[in-house]
């Protein structure tokens, strides 16, 4: 009896003990890589905000959103490997867009219904690009990895953007509007 008891003392302490070392890799991961992340993303969203450069941006953007080469520019410019990364935090920028475009000028018939599935696909083609450095290094990624996987991604989005304005294009059709 002193045998089996002694056995399930050393498989719950293996089990507790497993568990309470997880809890400290996560709440150092969080630490380490997440709260930096989230001061940065903090910090860009009340520097965009304050200054008004999204209004900006997006008045800028917003014309382009009348027509599929418009949306296809608009993805391109928005994916800038640049300026994705810069944009994504957030989604500060987007969101203003989108407002503009559904709110405004979708709204009052300056914009047919029909491009607002196309639109949606336009001004996202940041997304994710922001997280992708924090992604790699809660992956623990080499250095090599990170310097050729950001680039990567960055690039791809640049590609993905425009085609997925595309496709939300060719399925307009089937989706109703009225």
């Not at 070392?21 to 965009?48: C, H, K, S, T, W």
């Not at 640049?82 to 018939?109: E, F, R």
């Not at 950001?150 to 399925?171: D, N």
């Amino acid at each position: 009896m002193n045998e089996f008891l002694v056995k399930i003392g050393r498989g719950v302490g293996g089990v507790v003990g497993a568990l309470y070392q997880a809890g400290r890799e996560a709440i150092d991961q969080v630490i380490v890589n997440i709260l930096p992340f989230m001061a940065f993303i903090a910090l860009v969203i009340g520097i965009i905000i304050k200054t008004g450069v999204g209004d900006w941006i997006a008045n800028l953007l917003a014309p382009l959103a009348g027509s599929l080469l418009g949306l296809l520019v608009l993805s391109v410019i928005i994916a800038l490997p640049v300026l994705s990364p810069l944009l994504g935090p957030g989604a500060v920028i987007a969101q203003i867009i989108g407002t503009l475009l559904g709110s405004t000028l979708i709204a009052n018939g300056d914009i047919p219904a029909k491009f607002a599935l196309p639109a949606l696909f336009a001004i996202n083609p940041q997304v994710g690009c922001d997280f992708i450095p924090v992604g790699l290094a809660l992956g623990e990624a080499e250095p090599e990895t990170v310097e050729v996987g950001v680039p990567a991604v960055l690039f791809s989005r640049l590609i993905t953007g425009p085609v997925a304005v595309l496709i939300a294009f060719l399925f307009m059709p089937l989706l109703p509007y009225d």
